[in-house]
């Protein structure tokens, strides 16, 4: 049996040009590991609210945010349903931009299934695309990496020539000038064979169990009483 796989790439940027590419070109890259789907999301021009963190998702238990009906609302279901996840910003003061700050706060709503162990066995992907050489990739690789250790995400890397996540420069030429930093460009295809690949490990691996594992199990916990525990005490701090 070809297990499939789902690999959605999210570009940040609100320009077109350098990030699109390089998100693009990941995901052709995850292409190439047999069985593997993709979904290309650009948030550019897109109408995305920032979260005010009313709760309203979390009191009505729903898989997306009822306060606001912009853009995001397509993209519940797609980021729920996938397997591995590629997430592209441009550098802005060494730091992710606002339009994908807003979208990874905007998932909140499906936070939820965080202790259900549901992305414990998500793997999550970064790419930086600075303009100037050392112009705070790395930093913000730092940032996108840390929405996916908040999930309790697989986090992987462009392994040794990525120690983070793909760094690209662009020399502010936009497309042109990601396309011309090959080191960056190699990094970015590393970045997107290895979400596709170790997604599929995963996700063959869960469906080849002789013993289905708990959520509570997969979420880092002994069993769903020591889980419960932990809620019960957070609740009650």
């Not at 499906?110 to 999550?124: E, F, P």
């Not at 009483?225 to 005490?233: A, H, N, P, Q, V």
Request: hydrophobic share 40%; net charge positive; with cysteine.
């Amino acid at each position: 049996m070809n297990t499939q796989v789902k690999i959605v790439g999210v570009s940040g940027s609100p320009r077109k040009g350098a990030t699109q590419y390089c998100v693009r070109e990941a995901l052709l890259a995850a292409t190439g590991i047999s069985g593997v789907s993709t979904e290309f999301i650009d948030l550019r021009g897109k109408e995305i609210h920032p979260c005010i963190h009313c709760n309203q998702c979390i009191k009505k238990q729903v898989d997306y945010c009822p306060t606001f009906s912009d853009d995001m609302r397509a993209y519940y279901e797609i980021i729920l349903h996938s397997d591995g996840f590629i997430l592209g910003s441009p550098v802005y003061q060494m730091n992710v931009t606002a339009q994908i700050q807003a979208f990874i706060n905007r998932l909140r709503p499906l936070g939820r299934y965080i202790t259900k162990g549901h992305w414990a066995t998500k793997v999550g992907g970064a790419i930086a695309v600075g303009g100037t050489r050392n112009g705070g990739q790395e930093t913000t690789l730092e940032a996108l990496n840390n929405f996916f250790f908040c999930t309790g995400m697989n986090v992987v890397s462009g392994g040794i020539f990525a120690y983070n996540g793909a760094a690209v420069w662009s020399n502010d030429k936009k497309e042109q000038g990601a396309k011309e930093d090959d080191e960056g460009i190699d990094s970015v295809r590393i970045l997107g064979r290895r979400v596709a690949l170790i997604a599929k490990i995963l996700k063959v691996g869960l469906v080849n169990l002789t013993e289905p594992i708990e959520g509570a199990i997969l979420a880092g916990f002994s069993n769903q009483k020591e889980l419960d525990r932990k809620i019960e005490k957070f609740i009650h701090r």
